[in-house]
C-alpha cells in the first residue's frame, strides 16, 4: 500500500485531483438542485431559504429537472476520465444524492446521510491512481476508515450550519441534529472531532503515511476544528455562517497540506533508493488501466 501511495507521478496525482475537484463540484450542485426540489414547500417557510429559485416560482419544477440531468451527465463525463473500475464506486453514490432530502423529513440525523453523500470520493480516490481496493485489504481499510472520519467531519460542520435555521426549522417541523441536540451541541462537536481526527489517524496508519502527514494533516485538524469549536457562537447565525464557511476551508486546506508533503517527501526518499525519477519508468494507473 505505501508503494503504491507513493508510486503516482505527479503529473497522475495533480490531474486527478483537478478531476475531483470539478466533478465535486458538479455533483455538489446537482445535490442542491435535487434538495431544492425535494424542499421547495418547506423552503418558503425558513427565513435563509425562502428566496431559493424555485421556492420563490422563479424556475419551475420541470425545468429544475432537465437542469438536474444535464449535471448529471455532464458529472458522468467526469467520472468516465477515470479508470473503468470507477463506474463501480462512483454510481451508488446517486442513491444517497437522491435520498438525502428525505432523511429530514424522518430523522433528526439528515446530517449523517448528507456525510454519507459528500464522502463517497473517499471510496472512489485508491481506484481513480490504479489502486484495487478488493485485491489490497489494506488500501480497503483504509478508504473505509477515511470515509469513516469523513463523515464525521462533515456531520460537524454541518451540524454547525443547521443551527443558522433552527427557529424556522422548528417551526416548520424539519428535523435536524442541531434540534435533537440544541442544548449539548458543543459536547456533540467535540465528540465528532474526536472521531474524525481518530479515523484520519488509523487511515493513515493503513495506508503507510509518514510523519509528515500525522503531523500535518492531524496536526493541523486538531488545531482548527479546536478553534471553531471554541469561538462558534450558535445563536448567531451570521457567526454560524462563517465558521462553516471558512472552517471547512481551514481545516481541509491543512488536511490537504499534510497529504502532499507527505507524498513529496516519501517520493523523493523512492527516487533516492531507485537511483531515477520513479515516474519515467513507472506509472501507476499506465500499469494497471493499459491503454488499449
Known amino acids: 500500500m505505501a508503494a503504491s501511495y507513493t508510486t ?29 426540489l425535494w424542499d421547495r414547500n418547506l423552503d418558503p417557510y425558513v427565513a435563509r431559504t425562502q428566496f431559493r429559485p424555485i421556492a420563490r416560482g422563479a424556475i419551475s419544477p420541470k425545468k429544475a429537472v432537465i437542469f438536474t440531468g444535464f449535471q448529471l451527465l455532464t458529472g458522468l463525463g467526469i467520472l468516465l476520465q477515470f479508470p473503468t473500475s470507477c463506474l463501480y464506486y462512483g454510481i451508488p453514490s446517486l442513491f444517497f444524492v437522491a ?6 423529513r424522518i430523522t433528526h440525523y439528515p446530517q449523517f446521510v448528507l456525510g454519507l453523500t459528500f464522502s463517497w470520493g473517499a471510496f472512489m480516490g485508491f481506484p481513480a491512481l490504479g489502486i484495487d481496493l478488493l485485491a489490497d485489504p489494506a488500501a480497503l481499510k483504509a478508504a473505509i476508515i477515511l470515509y469513516g472520519s469523513c463523515v ?6 454541518d451540524m454547525i450550519y443547521a443551527h443558522m435555521d433552527i427557529k424556522d426549522d422548528r417551526k416548520a417541523g424539519i428535523k435536524s441534529i442541531a434540534l435533537r441536540h440544541d442544548k449539548e451541541t458543543k459536547a456533540v462537536l467535540s465528540g465528532l472531532a474526536v472521531t474524525q481526527i481518530s479515523l484520519l489517524a488509523f487511515a493513515g496508519t493503513f495506508a503507510g503515511a509518514g510523519s509528515v ?33 471558512n472552517g471547512a476551508w481551514l481545516t481541509g486546506g491543512g488536511i490537504s497540506a499534510g497529504l502532499l508533503g507527505d507524498y513529496l517527501l516519501r517520493r ?6 531507485t537511483g531515477s525519477d520513479y515516474s519515467e519508468v513507472y506509472d501507476l494507473r499506465n500499469q494497471r488501466y493499459p491503454s488499449k
Not at 99 to 104: F, G, Q, V, W
Open 8 to 36: 503516482a507521478s505527479p503529473t497522475s496525482v495533480l490531474s486527478t485531483s483537478a478531476l475531483f475537484f470539478i466533478g465535486a463540484l458538479i455533483m455538489r450542485g446537482a445535490g442542491c438542485t435535487i434538495n431544492d
Open 99 to 104: 435520498t438525502y432530502p428525505l432523511a429530514k
Open 152 to 157: 464525521s467531519w462533515t456531520v460537524l460542520y
Open 213 to 245: 502527514f500525522f503531523i500535518g494533516s492531524c496536526g493541523s485538524a486538531i488545531a482548527t476544528l479546536g478553534l471553531m469549536i471554541w469561538k462558534v457562537k450558535l445563536k448567531s447565525v451570521t457567526n454560524c455562517w462563517w465558521w462553516f464557511k
Open 268 to 273: 523523493d526518499d523512492v527516487e533516492l533508493q
